[in-house]
């Protein structure tokens, strides 16, 4: 019975700890307002306000099925990053850029 209650308690704490982490993640849409590749950020201006997102060597650029790469990114480009929360601040997995943005 103990075994039992235990390998429940493991199971709950596992599915809770991912459920955090998938609530954690975001997808923001906006222009790039600016790049600042000495500390790996871009800056997305939206209707209202502008967020600063942090990338790594791992983000994914994408326009349509191909595949960018970071250097590609321009001041200008609209794109929707797919992003979660990573040591306090927002770390972009994944970026779109529009097709035929300028």
Do not use: H, P, W
């Not at 306000?49 to 650029?61: G, H, N």
């Not at 970071?70 to 990053?81: C, F, P, Q, Y």
């Amino acid at each position: 019975m103990k075994k039992a209650v235990a390998i429940l308690v493991a199971t709950v704490l596992v599915f809770s700890v991912a459920g955090v982490a998938l609530a954690v993640a975001e997808q923001i849409t906006g222009e790039i307002t600016a790049i600042d590749e000495s500390n790996s950020t871009m800056t997305l201006k939206m209707a209202d306000k502008e967020k600063t997102i942090s990338y790594s060597d791992d983000t994914t650029v994408m326009e349509g099925e191909s595949e960018m790469s970071l250097s590609d990114l321009r001041v200008g480009d609209k794109v929707t990053v797919t992003c979660s929360e990573k040591d306090g601040e927002r770390m972009a997995e994944k970026i779109m850029i529009e097709k035929g943005a300028e």
